[in-house]
């Protein structure tokens, strides 16, 4: 929901002297007259409140930490384990995952997946994460999208601004010894998926192969 439409469904609630501003993330500022307002309106729109908002709470003046929505391009998975989970996985390295993987075998593009993050890094992501599987080291392309989430926005652009063709370099293993020096977490990952129709999937998910999963800066 947009700002805007969050403007106008507090209006239609008959709350006109409540004040909302974006603060950043996916957080949002509602301001009243004084102390006293702010508390008796919380108390007498909690069911108004709580369909609005997943939480909400009286500020009382501390640090709001800095955040923002980042919507990441992730290149370079090897087919045979192109999967959401994993994506997720990858995504959730670099902040907490708002909007999941977009992966789908029913598309016509599954090369890659997109992901939306809530993420207290403040510059552009653009960096390497590898992954070990079947005794490769492979190296995963994890690139934000161009363009910050607006407010008053309900979508976002997905085109690279600067064209972008986003070629994968997953092909290449890494030097070993460069690979041993990476901290790693095991995850698994199922990979029955791959040539089959859905039901197939459903049917026969138990099968999974160990990928270890650890983030590398990049350049």
Known sequence: ????????????????????????????????????????????????????????YLWLGDDIPFSRL?????????????????????????????????????????SSASIKILTSQPSK???????????????????????QW???RDDVSLSDSQGNDYESSSDSDMDSEEADDLEEGEIKQSVDNVGRSQDEQMDDRSDSIPVNLAQKVGN
């Open 150 to 152: 607006q407010p008053d």
């Open 70 to 110: 980042a919507t990441l391009k992730i290149t370079g998975v090897p087919f045979l384990i192109r999967d959401n989970n994993l994506f997720d996985n990858i995504g959730g390295l670099f902040g907490e995952v708002i909007q999941k993987s977009s992966f789908s075998w029913q598309e016509e593009d599954n």
């Open 125 to 147: 992501i653009d960096q390497v994460v590898v992954i070990k599987w079947n005794n490769r080291t492979i190296a995963i392309w994890v690139a934000e999208y161009d363009g």
């Open 1 to 56: 929901m947009s700002l805007s439409m969050m403007r106008q469904a507090i209006e239609d609630e008959g709350l006109t002297e409540v004040g909302i501003s974006f603060v950043g993330g996916v957080t949002y500022m509602l301001t009243f007259n004084d102390k006293v307002a702010a508390n008796t309106c919380m108390e007498l729109n909690v069911k108004f409140f709580n369909t609005m908002f997943s939480k909400y």
